[in-house]
């Protein structure tokens, strides 16, 4: 059988297509291994995976007993219920270290780069495979994606570098005008649902025993979202009643370089306790774009010192 | 302030110099950082630093608000109280993944390899830096002694060539040699206490909510500690009255490459769950050398279905 290649719920593009390229790196270094997601890919990924001819991987919920390699995450909550029940050979991450555990040793790149498609790349040279030309398209994309086009402060000299001989592999000379391209698919909000929209990239995390949900929407304009805010703002508030403490959600526009963030929380004052400004329903916080970076560890202080 | 790298409690060899090796390769890649341990070195660490000629660390308990790297460990248990007050740079382990979590996206170079000087080595080769020669030495020292000289089963090809690489840098001609006369000291345990001996390579573990310490003595004939084991046994039982389920001492023979295991245990039934091998008080795992790789697993399986 072979093992399963996934990254978190609510897959984004640089999960999805880090499934895919460890994926290929752990087939091609003797470990057949299929992508697959934990749930349906955004109009993003679709946009990614179609422009490089890439089949959409299928969907999982359980991966008992199976061996696993994990991109994207290594929180507890970000996974699959049953994951403490597989075996877990590899893992390739940006993010903080969560609360999943192993019961035996396995492979680790981690780092402190803007997508997890860099740790890949970075395997890949690592073990002289050379990464297939589509495949280096759907990277490009995802780091594109995950660095908000090189703006995020997640972003570093390295995720640049690799970009470029991405670009290079996959024949793209102009990848500003591919990410603008993605961007706008991704910024899309017509024929969306408000559910859709907050769960198009929105995670759970457990803060000092509080489930704090956080979603991030990216537009590359703001003004695109005025219409339909307060739809949103009711949206929030359902997801916070199904026993969340709080739940934020992130409006990054891309250009300004900023968030507006809607908030519903049983105790909004850890909003300024996290970021010095005060707001019930919602603040701007100028040049935060990173849920990752910026806006979790300061709320796992704030939410600490409740 | 500089950043401090250390391992586990209870340092072994590995521990030691992987800490003094990260200190080197983080202080020439940007980041001034001092080695350091989180308790006293065992008479093979002392036998290989004065060998090479380099500085026993100093000894730290407190890590509290201080940059940290962290080496041959991710276990909350074996870290230092508070470091969750630490901000977690980097990570150079060979073990499974522990319970240790941070606030921050960080480094880690892990993988299932014979020791985590092999990871520091590879990170130095990523990173273009030379290993320095006194330290290639006892790096050299460290893979000898947690793979028993290439006998273990967690050592890997890798482990070999990165053996042989490191002997040609230190200028070590006959590395098994080397070997030998680092397991003779290790082995020696005239003049040691019964507390010193189950101590030397002690660790305590959380298996499914049960408080669980193994401990391991490697000599290089068994018969070396026939007059000693009474005295081990009891103890054992004062370790284990320390509010612990169960102790278990190792006793391996690296040249016949098994291990006797002194028992303790609130529920000695545990150990034929793990090994097949029933005993109240001793048993002898033919072929079992390796605590992290065979050891372990075997005991958290086997506490999960207690």
Known sequence: MAALAFGHKNPDTDTVVSALAAADLKTKTGTETKAVTLGECTPETVFVLEKFGIAKPEIVSSVAGQDVVIVDTTDLAQLPDDIAEANVLAIFDHHKLGDLTTSSPLE??????????????????????????????????????????????????????????????????????????????????????????????????????????????????????DARKAELAEEIKKVKADGRHSVFLLLTDIMKEGSQMLIVSDDASVVEKAFGVAGDAEVWLEGVMSRKKQVVPNFEKAFSAL
Do not use: H
């Open 108 to 225: 680790m790149w981690v780092g402190p780069v803007g997508c997890s498609a860099t740790m890949i790349y970075k395997a890949y040279k690592a073990s002289n495979v050379e990464i297939p030309k589509d495949l280096a398209g759907a990277m490009l994309c995802a780091l594109l994606s995950d660095t908000v086009m090189f703006k995020s402060v997640t972003c570093t000299e390295e995720d640049k570098a690799v970009a470029a001989d991405l670009a290079k592999i996959a024949g793209v000379s102009d990848m500003m005008a591919l990410g603008m391209e993605m961007f706008k698919v991704k910024s899309a909000v017509d024929g969306a649902t408000a559910s859709e929209l907050v769960f198009r990239d929105y995670k759970d995390f457990d803060m000092s025993g509080k489930k704090v949900g956080i979603g991030q929407l990216e537009v590359v304009d703001l003004s695109m979202l």
